[in-house]
């Protein structure tokens, strides 16, 4: 199986070491100009589109940044070809829509839902449906890649797709995927800090899916990050962070685990994410989400943005 990767960021170079576990694969590259990628295994190397189309590969990562992920993904849906595009699908519905006629063959990289917390959550949620959900995500930009000087990365710059609602989007699609649709949509997003960026660095909005409200709060501010998720049902209050899901009942003052992840389970999503793309190219099954959960995404995004 031949698959290539577009766009070798800090994302792509994951990717890549992730399928390098895999075995049976070719794995090239399209790249815009020429680096260190060789010592990280035996890889092929292109630098213009028609080399890369020749390679004639059975699926397609696409990693660069957001502003470019249609106009890379057409011409290898035109000719069959299964693509995997990171988050968020692209800058506007607008733009994502010219690749709907393609929406079979379209896979979008929500990584979390591979994480083993969110798959536990999603099927409590559908026994015990939650009244109130909570998303706070934080994380100082600066750090966030320390190698990198942070005003030039995407994510800074509102020409590329960056901005905070659309880099930590990963919490929208989850609560599509666990809630469906909302049919109320209200909040703001803005630009509030010191940060050198032309973009959004907070998001505060509320969303409401059936009988289950649910807010978002997203900010580039916090020097330690910050993954602090809760929701309220009948019988108590669940939270969770990066490793365990807690519970306390309405009658108690003490919390109980009711599930842990492993040490190694966050590298373990990414691995899954890598092989569930190439069940997808092979079989047409995959738990990465559709062109259409994407589009949903950017859909509320853009209602926020609007308000």
Not at 62 to 76: G, K, Q
Not at 101 to 118: E, G, H, T
Not at 199 to 209: G, L, M, P, R
Request: with cysteine.
């Amino acid at each position: 199986m031949k698959i290539l990767l577009i766009g070798l960021g800090s994302i792509g170079r994951r990717h890549l070491s992730h399928l390098q576990q895999i075995g049976g694969l070719d794995l090239a590259a399209l790249r815009t100009q020429k680096g260190q990628i060789k010592k990280e295994g035996d890889i092929t190397e292109f630098y213009n589109l028609e080399d890369a189309l020749n390679f004639k590969p059975d699926g397609v990562i696409i990693s660069n940044p957001t502003s470019l992920h249609v106009e890379s993904a057409i011409p290898f849906l035109e000719k069959g070809i299964k693509v995997l595009i990171e988050k968020p699908i692209d800058t506007s519905v607008k733009n994502a829509e010219l690749l709907e006629k393609y929406s079979d063959l379209i896979r979008i990289a929500y990584c979390m839902r591979f994480y083993p917390v969110n798959p536990f959550l999603k099927q409590r949620f559908k026994d015990e449906p939650p009244f109130k959900v909570g998303f706070k995500r934080s994380f100082y930009l600066p750090k966030w890649h320390p190698y990198a000087d942070y005003k030039k990365e995407y994510t800074a710059l509102k020409s590329l797709g960056g901005g905070v609602i659309r880099t930590l989007s990963h919490e929208i699609d989850l609560s599509l995927d666990w809630f469906g649709e909302p049919q109320e949509i209200a909040g703001v997003v803005d630009k509030v800090s010191f940060l050198e960026i032309d973009t959004d660095d907070y998001a505060f909005f509320t969303t409401k899916s059936g009988n289950t409200r649910i807010n978002f709060e997203l900010d580039f501010f916090s020097p330690v990050n910050v993954k602090v998720f809760e929701a309220y049902t009948a019988k108590g209050k669940y939270e969770w962070g990066a490793n365990a899901v807690f519970f306390t009942a309405y009658d108690s003052d003490s919390k109980e685990i009711l599930f842990t992840a492993s040490a190694e389970a966050y590298t373990q999503m990414y691995q899954d994410q890598m092989e569930d793309f190439c069940n997808f190219i092979s079989s047409g099954n995959s738990l990465n989400a559709s062109f259409e959960d994407g589009i949903n995404v950017l859909k509320i995004i853009e209602k926020v943005e609007k308000r």
